[in-house]
């Protein structure tokens, strides 16, 4: 896919559904695969054509380029190819999936959600 079709698609993405669309400008090289049309779960998932590693910092600067605030990386499993990355930006908090697909493919998941308030 061009970088021209990828802008394009992802246009169209946030005005279908704004509330869904990816919360931070994706890395370029990144192809949206699915988009939550509800806002449940995953927001928007897809695949970045780069090793693991590649893909995790790629995304990690997208998103804090952004406004995001990194707060934690939780490794997942066992191999270390699948990371849960949290981030912060006022009170909404963005978790991001990074998984190894294949040596240079990757996927990811991104969703938003209110930071949890914390009683006492």
Same mark, same amino acid.
Request: charged share 15%; net charge positive; with cysteine.
């Given at each position: 896919?061009?970088?021209? #079709?990828?802008?394009?698609? =992802? !246009? %169209?993405?946030? @005005?279908?559904?704004?509330?869904?669309?990816?919360?931070?400008? +994706?890395?370029?090289?990144?192809?949206?695969?699915?988009?939550?049309?509800?806002?449940?779960?995953?927001?928007?998932?897809?695949?970045?054509?780069?090793?693991?590693?590649? #893909?995790?910092?790629?995304? =990690? !600067? %997208?998103?804090? @380029?952004?406004?995001?605030?990194?707060?934690?990386?939780?490794? +997942?499993?066992?191999?270390?190819?699948?990371?849960?990355?949290?981030?912060?930006?006022?009170?909404?908090?963005?978790?991001?999936?990074?998984?190894?697909?294949?040596?240079?493919?990757?996927?990811?998941?991104?969703?938003?959600?209110?930071?949890?308030?914390?009683?006492?």
């Amino acid at each position: 896919m061009t970088f021209l #079709a990828t802008v394009l698609m =992802l !246009s %169209a993405v946030a @005005a279908a559904a704004p509330e869904t669309a990816a919360p931070f400008r +994706l890395p370029v090289g990144a192809h949206v695969t699915a988009v939550s049309p509800d806002g449940r779960g995953w927001g928007v998932s897809g695949e970045l054509g780069f090793p693991f590693v590649q #893909a995790k910092a790629r995304l =990690l !600067s %997208a998103a804090s @380029a952004s406004g995001w605030r990194h707060m934690h990386t939780i490794p +997942l499993g066992r191999k270390g190819d699948r990371v849960l990355m949290a981030f912060s930006r006022g009170d909404t908090e963005l978790t991001v999936m990074v998984s190894r697909v294949a040596i240079a493919k990757s996927s990811f998941s991104c969703g938003v959600s209110a930071k949890a308030k914390v009683g006492r």
